[in-house]
């Protein structure tokens, strides 16, 4: 079984009085985060696009084992007509994300709170989303935020194109818990900072308990699912992000996280 836990990149000025040690380098902090979390979502590359030499840098300087996860670009998901969204695509997935070779996680594709169910224009983006580019395979996630995605043709849909939906922990918008790819990817957006960790103890244990299960192959208990009907019970490689919610907690509950799963 396979749980990597990260955060949402790793610059943010309130870690440096928090997370990494005093007068810490800069250039260094990736080095850093990467040495105690397995995982990192790479949240800037939703804004603007980067080079391949970038890409290339980053892997070399995180050890085997660790891997990098990528927001898709803004002008591929925010648009009224997601059919239309394939030259956007092509540009994202082109700018170099293969330079980071083995450390090449899943592409997280995420939808504006506003954006509602659309089955035919959901379709035709999910038929835009490429298996593979220059030869390296690719794997997608999409993190829809309005009510009318709990639709069963939507889980249907999904499961089809082999595209996990995000199950996202928030207090600001509708959850799925579907398992629909042959991978999860959870985000843990609800952290309070009175917590060191931003989740209570109880709560990382309920979360250590569910990335395992999420692992084995089930889908856990007591989350909100669309359709009664599991998938096929088979292991699956975990991602667990604490993003967002109390940002400066994170890394904590990153380290907490993998202690828990590792036992």
């Not at 599991?230 to 993998?258: D, S, Y």
Request: include cysteine; glycine fraction near 8%.
């Amino acid at each position: 079984m396979t749980v990597r836990i990260g955060i949402g990149g790793w610059t943010y000025a309130p870690w440096r009085d928090s997370f990494y040690p005093a007068k810490w380098p800069q250039k260094r902090e990736l080095d850093y985060a990467a040495a105690r979390l397995t995982a990192i979502e790479i949240n800037g590359t939703y804004y603007s696009s980067f080079k391949p030499a970038s890409f290339a840098g980053w892997a070399a300087a995180v050890p085997d084992g660790f891997v990098f996860t990528l927001k898709a670009s803004r002008y591929c998901t925010n648009r009224k007509v997601l059919a239309d969204a394939g030259e956007s695509i092509e540009r994202f997935v082109g700018q170099g994300i293969v330079e980071l070779g083995d450390r090449l996680g899943p592409i997280l594709w995420q939808f504006m709170a506003t954006k509602r169910f659309d089955p035919d224009d959901m379709a035709a983006f999910l038929a835009l989303l490429p298996a593979a580019h220059a030869g390296v395979p690719l794997r997608h996630a999409i993190q829809v935020r309005h009510d009318s995605f709990a639709d069963p043709a939507f889980i249907a849909m999904a499961r089809q194109a082999k595209v996990a939906i995000v199950y996202a922990d928030s207090t600001d918008y509708p959850a799925i818990a579907d398992v629909t790819g042959d991978f999860v990817y959870a985000r843990l957006e609800a952290a309070e900072e009175a917590n060191p960790a931003g989740y209570s103890d109880a709560a990382l244990d309920d979360w250590a308990a569910a990335a395992q299960v999420w692992a084995a192959g089930g889908q856990p208990d007591g989350l909100p699912y669309v359709i009664a009907e599991p998938p096929a019970k088979t292991p699956r490689e975990t991602f667990v992000f604490f993003i967002n919610g109390a940002k400066v907690r994170a890394p904590h509950g990153a380290m907490a996280l993998i202690d828990r799963v590792r036992g």
